[in-house]
């Protein structure tokens, strides 16, 4: 119930999606609800959802997105046009490489707003706009983010269900509870006890240019995704053509993969500052809105914060309410703070910088 009413804008639409799959109705005398669900929990949120409707704080400003949208692609223009009228010297080149890295990584948090849809009312122009930020302008699959998100969102940190906790055993020990049962199986792939050392060198340097560059494109030759295919093969045509005019092949692999370790450094930090510090368990089957806070934290607002971050310093709101467009999640937070107080729950917000170090 919960998770559909969040996940979804047309209902009336995915209703009909559902028909084919309902197998039948629950017995009279079987429970709708699990023993684990917090009832008077799940009762407040749905009344504040009810709220955060009237209040139309899930209708977008599209001139919000619009801004947003055109400052990525003047940065995107201004990253060529420096090496094009100063050469590839050695400053020229690191500006246009750091301009082009803030292009890259704001577009990655912009197409987390389509593909959420919650940039326009209908779906189709959602998923049009994901697919020309996600994969013309950054050069990775739609479906293949949807697919890994979704599963993220239903089961935060919820051990072989979400994907972002997957590196758990192999390339770090993830929560208290799950390290203490490698101790007790006496499992070791790599030294644990310095992984808070090796943390800085292995995933935020590496798991864009490697692993996640590598994985989108795996998903979609296996699951033939082959209009995804010329989508994404878009952005790399139209970025080894124009600055394969202003530099040597050389300069020019070195410049992408600069650009790709560079934007998956903020990528990490900034997506893992939210949940790695968390409860990482195996699926405890609560109610949504108990499995949602469990596993999120909050960065504190401020301009930069919210801009630096794409607006996923405030994940519990928005863990809480997918659809709600960014701009917004300011306002809900305070009703949002309110029902943690009600019902003893803690409400975690924390300066970026404490973040960060919670992470390690």
Not at 78 to 95: E, K, Q, R, T
């Amino acid at each position: 119930q919960d998770a559909f009413a969040a996940f979804h804008v047309d209902k009336v639409l995915v209703s009909k999606y559902l028909k084919p799959l309902q197998i039948g109705e629950l017995a009279p005398d079987q429970p709708s609800v699990e023993p684990t669900k917090n009832e008077l929990l799940v009762k407040d949120f749905r009344e504040l959802r009810a709220t955060v409707e009237k209040m139309g704080l899930l209708k977008p400003n599209h001139l919000f997105f619009f801004l947003h949208l055109a400052h990525i692609l003047l940065l995107d223009a201004a990253a060529w046009l420096i090496l094009f009228y100063h050469g590839i010297s050695l400053v020229p080149f690191v500006a246009s490489l750091l301009v082009l890295t803030i292009a890259q990584t704001q577009a990655s948090w912009l197409q987390h707003d389509f593909g959420h849809l919650s940039v326009f009312e209908e779906t189709k122009w959602n998923h049009l706009l994901h697919k020309f930020v996600m994969c013309h302008l950054v050069g990775a699959s739609a479906k293949w983010w949807n697919l890994l998100h979704s599963q993220h969102h239903a089961k935060p940190n919820c051990f072989e269900k979400d994907p972002g906790v997957d590196m758990h055993p192999f390339l770090f020990t993830l929560g208290k509870k799950l390290s203490v049962e490698l101790g007790i199986r006496k499992k070791k792939y790599m030294p644990y006890n310095h992984q808070h050392k090796y943390f800085f060198i292995t995933l935020p340097p590496f798991l864009v240019p490697t692993y996640l560059q590598f994985h989108t494109f795996y998903i979609v030759c296996t699951k033939r995704y082959w209009g995804e295919l010329a989508w994404m093969l878009t952005f790399y045509i139209r970025f080894f053509l124009t600055y394969g005019l202003l530099m040597e092949i050389k300069s020019l692999l070195a410049y992408y993969l600069l650009l790709r370790t560079l934007g998956s450094i903020w990528f990490v930090w900034v997506s893992e500052m939210n949940h790695m510090p968390m409860d990482v368990y195996y699926d405890k089957n609560l109610d949504w809105v108990s499995t949602q806070l469990m596993a999120t934290c909050n960065v504190e607002q401020s301009f930069f914060n919210d801009w630096f971050t794409g607006h996923l310093n405030f994940q519990i709101e928005h863990h809480l309410f997918p659809t709600m467009p960014r701009h917004n999640f300011w306002k809900v937070a305070p009703l949002v703070k309110s029902l943690c107080a009600k019902h003893g729950i803690e409400y975690q917000c924390k300066p970026l910088l404490t973040a960060f170090a919670d992470i390690v």
